[in-house]
């Protein structure tokens, strides 16, 4: 190769690795600029206070445990909705459905994963409320459970697709030799399939998790957004906040540098570190697995 | 191929640092014959009010450009605070702190009363009860009364809704029917009062809900919602908003409704204000169902 060419591989090399490592980056300086603008929230207000059960942050009352109890319990149900749907989906598209139903079906759930999240919390605000409501009998319908059935309705797409590649990529031998060896189709999918794809699978699991956990407008305009602290899972029928709809709610009527500021950037912090928890895990799940199956290969 | 590259390069720099080279600073008043914008921002209830004033008067001073968001009374006073704003529409008055926030700052907050406002009770069509007096209302607010069967109306569980509390109607009914104007008094809304982020939020579930009482504006009164004349207290009798009765003082929850300027407005700014108070202006308060006020 002559220097000109030369040089163009090196500068090609160097922007794409820059890419690379910018996301890196990015992920730093934001969690940095958190930390900074949250910390200070932990002297300025003390720890017992911080974790009391009243959120009132006009009146200086700054318990963010409703809070962080609003979206955990949205997510758990958000989660028990989008998993049996979303890995019974993909099962179907990848192992049972005939070729032309899998083309029509595909499009469609990627489609309902592109709804934007504001038309689905305006439809669940005054359609999945109101019937909740009466079929449930409960005082009101803006729950956590209306906010669980749409964060579940958002996230079964995208635990569709991963599992689904997870499924499609076990290799053709297994299921022949499993067939061949007597067993069911469903035994097949159930005890051999299925297992094979196990980290394919738990990680749509997890990304459908954080994407329940992030979700803010959806959850702003169903839940309620009383500060209730969630202490069952009965509590699903009642009204709660999520961190996310705090933030979103409250960001733009504080004062630059005020408590409730710091305060807010530090729910900000709690988020980042449950999403940076549940990514760590999935990753973790992940080379275990591949750890596992070099193994038993080798 | 080299030139073309350089030139390709030279554009997405360009592209990149063009928008960031326009910059309409918020207070540029200038002279009438150009173009001077004011940024208004603030208050969800005078939003629709601020909005209305803005398009009468585009029509008669072309020259202005007025920008109008809501966000909440809370909004507009940290707006004001922070310097990012020429006026800030406020559902509620400047606290103490605020004021003194604003002049550490560097802003001089001026105090304007632009238009009054009831805030009616609300319930749904089918709901028997007629009248509440205001202690039954802050009862029914801080958690103490929970069945409409306690005030005469059917076996339900009552549902609290509210606006957030960035809201000033929000703070307000805190302070005049929660506490009941009391200024010791610390009573807290009851933690399972639904904070809904609008006042559309609030009525869509009020019309379908026959449990749901909740507040706000009478200018966001609609006809499928049921007014609660209200009763102040030590009355027996109980009145229902209106503009009469809030001129007249007899309605109890009634408010005054303001705009703060940074210190004493001058140029575009002073103009505005003053056409506020001139009767075309009023007019457009009656229409959107607030009370005028007389200047």
């Given at each position: 190769?002559?220097?000109s060419n030369?040089?163009?591989?090196?500068?090609?090399?160097?922007?794409?690795?820059?890419?690379?490592?910018?996301?890196?980056?990015?992920?730093?300086?934001?969690?940095?600029?958190?930390l900074?603008?949250?910390l200070p929230?932990?002297?300025?207000?003390?720890?017992?206070s911080?974790f009391s059960?009243?959120?009132?942050?006009?009146?200086?009352?700054?318990?963010?445990?409703?809070?962080i109890g609003?979206?955990?319990?949205?997510?758990?149900?958000?989660?028990m909705?989008?998993?049996?749907?979303?890995?019974?989906?993909?099962?179907?598209?990848?192992?049972i459905?005939?070729?032309?139903?899998?083309?029509?079906?595909?499009?469609?759930i990627?489609?309902?994963?592109g709804?934007?999240?504001?038309v689905?919390?305006?439809?669940?605000?005054?359609?999945?409320?109101p019937?909740?409501?009466?079929?449930?009998d409960?005082?009101?319908?803006?729950?956590?459970?209306?906010?669980?059935?749409?964060?579940?309705?958002?996230?079964?797409?995208t635990?569709?697709?991963?599992?689904?590649?997870?499924?499609d990529?076990?290799?053709k031998?297994f299921?022949?030799?499993?067939?061949?060896m007597g067993?069911?189709?469903?035994?097949?999918?159930?005890?051999?399939?299925?297992p094979?794809?196990?980290?394919g699978?738990?990680?749509?699991?997890?990304?459908?998790?954080?994407?329940?956990?992030?979700?803010?407008?959806?959850?702003?305009?169903?839940t309620?957004?009383?500060?209730?602290?969630?202490?069952?899972?009965?509590?699903?029928?009642?009204?709660?906040?999520?961190?996310?709809?705090?933030?979103?709610?409250?960001?733009?009527?504080?004062?630059?540098?005020?408590?409730?500021?710091?305060?807010?950037?530090?729910?900000?912090?709690?988020?980042?570190?449950?999403s940076?928890?549940?990514?760590?895990?999935?990753?973790?799940?992940?080379?275990?697995?591949?750890?596992?199956?070099?193994?038993?290969l080798? | 191929m080299?030139i073309?590259?350089?030139?390709l390069?030279?554009?997405?720099?360009?592209?990149?640092?063009?928008?960031?080279c326009s910059?309409i600073s918020?207070?540029?008043?200038?002279?009438?014959?150009t173009?001077s914008?004011?940024?208004n921002?603030?208050?969800?209830?005078?939003?629709?009010?601020?909005?209305a004033?803005?398009e009468?008067?585009?029509?008669i001073?072309?020259?202005?450009?007025?920008?109008?968001?809501?966000?909440?009374?809370?909004?507009?006073?940290?707006?004001?605070?922070?310097?990012?704003?020429?006026?800030?529409?406020?559902?509620?008055?400047?606290k103490?702190?605020?004021?003194?926030?604003?002049?550490?700052?560097?802003?001089?907050?001026?105090?304007?009363?632009?238009a009054?406002d009831a805030i009616a009770?609300?319930?749904?069509?089918?709901?028997?009860?007629?009248?509440?007096?205001?202690?039954?209302?802050?009862?029914?607010?801080?958690?103490?009364?929970?069945?409409?069967?306690?005030?005469?109306g059917?076996?339900?569980?009552?549902v609290?809704?509210?606006?957030?509390?960035?809201?000033g109607?929000?703070?307000?009914f805190?302070?005049?029917?929660?506490?009941?104007?009391?200024?010791?008094?610390k009573?807290?809304?009851?933690?399972?009062?639904?904070?809904?982020?609008?006042s559309?939020?609030?009525?869509a579930?009020i019309?379908?809900?026959?449990?749901?009482?909740?507040?706000?504006?009478?200018g966001?009164?609609?006809?499928?919602?049921?007014?609660?004349?209200?009763?102040?207290?030590g009355?027996?009798v109980?009145?229902l908003p209106?503009?009469?009765?809030?001129?007249s003082?007899?309605?109890?929850?009634?408010?005054?409704?303001?705009?703060?300027?940074?210190?004493?407005?001058?140029g575009?700014?002073?103009?505005?204000?003053?056409?506020?108070?001139?009767?075309?202006?009023?007019?457009?308060v009656?229409?959107?169902?607030?009370?005028?006020?007389?200047?």
């Amino acid at each position: 190769m002559d220097t000109s060419n030369l040089r163009r591989e090196h500068l090609i090399t160097f922007l794409i690795k820059s890419a690379g490592y910018s996301a890196i980056v990015f992920v730093g300086m934001i969690f940095i600029f958190l930390l900074l603008e949250g910390l200070p929230a932990i002297q300025e207000v003390n720890l017992s206070s911080l974790f009391s059960s009243r959120w009132y942050p006009i009146e200086d009352y700054f318990g963010i445990l409703p809070l962080i109890g609003g979206s955990i319990i949205i997510t758990i149900g958000a989660i028990m909705i989008a998993v049996p749907f979303g890995i019974g989906t993909a099962v179907y598209l990848s192992e049972i459905a005939p070729r032309w139903i899998r083309d029509i079906l595909k499009p469609f759930i990627e489609i309902l994963g592109g709804l934007p999240s504001v038309v689905l919390g305006f439809l669940g605000m005054l359609v999945l409320a109101p019937f909740l409501r009466k079929l449930l009998d409960l005082p009101t319908g803006l729950t956590a459970l209306t906010g669980a059935v749409l964060l579940g309705g958002i996230a079964i797409p995208t635990v569709v697709s991963v599992a689904e590649d997870a499924l499609d990529a076990v290799p053709k031998s297994f299921r022949d030799a499993s067939l061949a060896m007597g067993a069911t189709e469903w035994q097949t999918i159930w005890r051999v399939t299925l297992p094979a794809a196990r980290s394919g699978v738990l990680t749509s699991i997890m990304l459908g998790v954080g994407r329940a956990i992030g979700e803010t407008m959806t959850v702003m305009m169903v839940t309620g957004n009383a500060p209730i602290l969630p202490k069952g899972i009965s509590d699903l029928f009642s009204p709660v906040r999520t961190m996310t709809a705090t933030i979103a709610a409250e960001m733009g009527e504080v004062a630059n540098g005020s408590v409730h500021y710091h305060i807010l950037f530090l729910i900000g912090i709690v988020l980042f570190l449950i999403s940076l928890i549940v990514n760590i895990t999935a990753s973790a799940v992940v080379f275990r697995q591949k750890k596992r199956q070099e193994r038993i290969l080798s | 191929m080299k030139i073309s590259g350089v030139i390709l390069l030279v554009i997405s720099i360009c592209a990149l640092i063009l928008p960031g080279c326009s910059q309409i600073s918020p207070s540029s008043e200038g002279s009438p014959a150009t173009i001077s914008t004011i940024e208004n921002k603030g208050s969800d209830t005078i939003v629709n009010l601020a909005l209305a004033w803005a398009e009468k008067y585009q029509e008669i001073r072309p020259s202005v450009q007025l920008s109008v968001t809501g966000g909440g009374s809370g909004t507009g006073i940290a707006a004001l605070i922070n310097g990012t704003v020429d006026i800030a529409n406020a559902s509620r008055r400047m606290k103490e702190e605020e004021k003194q926030k604003a002049i550490d700052n560097g802003s001089d907050p001026v105090e304007f009363i632009i238009a009054k406002d009831a805030i009616a009770i609300i319930v749904n069509l089918e709901n028997p009860v007629d009248n509440l007096t205001l202690e039954q209302i802050s009862d029914i607010y801080s958690g103490k009364i929970n069945n409409w069967q306690e005030l005469g109306g059917d076996d339900r569980p009552i549902v609290r809704l509210s606006r957030e509390t960035n809201s000033g109607t929000h703070v307000y009914f805190l302070e005049e029917v929660i506490r009941l104007g009391q200024k010791e008094n610390k009573t807290l809304f009851s933690s399972n009062t639904l904070l809904l982020p609008s006042s559309e939020g609030i009525g869509a579930e009020i019309r379908q809900n026959p449990n749901a009482i909740g507040y706000d504006g009478l200018g966001y009164v609609t006809d499928d919602l049921k007014v609660i004349g209200v009763a102040a207290v030590g009355s027996e009798v109980f009145i229902l908003p209106s503009a009469t009765t809030v001129n007249s003082g007899e309605y109890p929850i009634a408010r005054d409704l303001y705009m703060y300027t940074n210190g004493t407005p001058t140029g575009a700014i002073q103009e505005y204000l003053d056409w506020i108070f001139s009767e075309d202006a009023q007019k457009i308060v009656e229409e959107l169902g607030f009370v005028p006020v007389s200047k």
